[in-house]
């Protein structure tokens, strides 16, 4: 997937005011949900394109950017529940804001396998997005995220 083709299947979704908000959503460290959501995206494309895996570019890139559209800071009101119960509330923003496919809802509800043990991921688009998710939220986490360059 080429960056011209990366924009064109983001900019419905990037463009929106939701998103825009998602700038001031800490998600680790000092990374924003935005530029977490949106490495995450590009990650993922990178990583399929590389190891060759047969993917839905434009659904991988819509439902990455989306998987975490729950739209609330989760550390002002500390719920330990968050990580259970916030693929489902980003489904529900999601679905509401955008038309979505199967492939775009699969990814967003799945994404947190195993934390969600019966929800495990049932295309190859949600089972990157799974593991690139925890891929970058290590390096957020870590302080060793760069994502200046993306
Ligand atoms: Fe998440
Ligand atoms: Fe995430």
Not at 41 to 63: E, P, T
Request: net charge positive; with cysteine; proline share 3%.
């Amino acid at each position: 997937m080429t960056d011209k083709q990366f924009d064109e299947a983001a900019k419905e979704i990037l463009s929106s005011p939701e998103m825009k908000k998602s700038k001031k959503f800490v998600q680790h460290g000092k990374v924003s949900v935005y530029s977490h959501s949106l490495a995450v995206a590009k990650y993922s494309v990178r990583f399929a394109g590389k190891m060759g895996i047969k993917v839905d570019y434009r659904s991988l890139v819509r439902g990455a950017l989306l998987h975490d559209f729950f739209l609330y800071d989760w550390h002002d009101d500390w719920d330990k529940l968050h990580g259970f119960k916030h693929p489902r509330i980003a489904l529900e923003n999601a679905k509401k804001r955008f038309k979505l496919n199967k492939k775009e809802r699969e990814i967003i509800r799945k994404h947190m396998w195993p934390m969600t043990f019966i929800n495990i991921p049932l295309c190859r688009e949600a089972w990157l997005v799974c593991i690139i998710d925890k891929y970058c939220s290590m390096l957020e986490t870590l302080k060793i995220s760069k994502y200046n360059d993306l």
